[in-house]
């Protein structure tokens, strides 16, 4: 079973930016982060298949950046830009042939 270790999140002002980082124990098909704010669907802020095909929320394009190692089985987040809006409980998810995975979640507070 695919196992996740997220890292990174915390409390930064408006404008601030944050890195998450998130370690599987393999290599899956497709790794990234999804997002949920009080009262909200979780949804999807970014994520990059294992050849490297990345989609995004509209609302994180040109500030939010998505990388990939697959020989460390690593997502980063990298967060910039970031407004009180991005405030939410940020999970990364990995999803292969033999399910999908979630880690623990992290929390990310944007607020001056």
């Known amino acids: 079973q695919v196992q996740l270790v997220e890292s990174g999140g915390g409390l930064v002002q408006p404008g601030g930016s944050l890195r998450l980082s998130c370690a599987a124990s393999e290599v899956v098909f497709s790794m990234g982060w999804y997002r949920q704010a009080p009262g909200k669907q979780r949804e999807l802020v970014a994520a990059?298949?294992?050849?490297?095909?990345?989609n995004y929320a509209d609302s994180v394009k040109g500030r939010f950046t998505i990388s990939r190692d697959n020989a460390l089985y690593t997502v980063v987040l990298q967060m910039n830009s970031l407004k009180p809006e991005d405030t939410a409980v940020y999970y990364c998810?990995?999803?292969?042939?033999?399910?999908?995975?979630w880690g623990q979640g992290t929390q990310v507070t944007v607020s001056s």
């Open positions: 990059a298949t294992r050849g490297g095909i990345k």
């Open positions: 998810n990995a999803d292969d042939r033999s399910g999908r995975y």
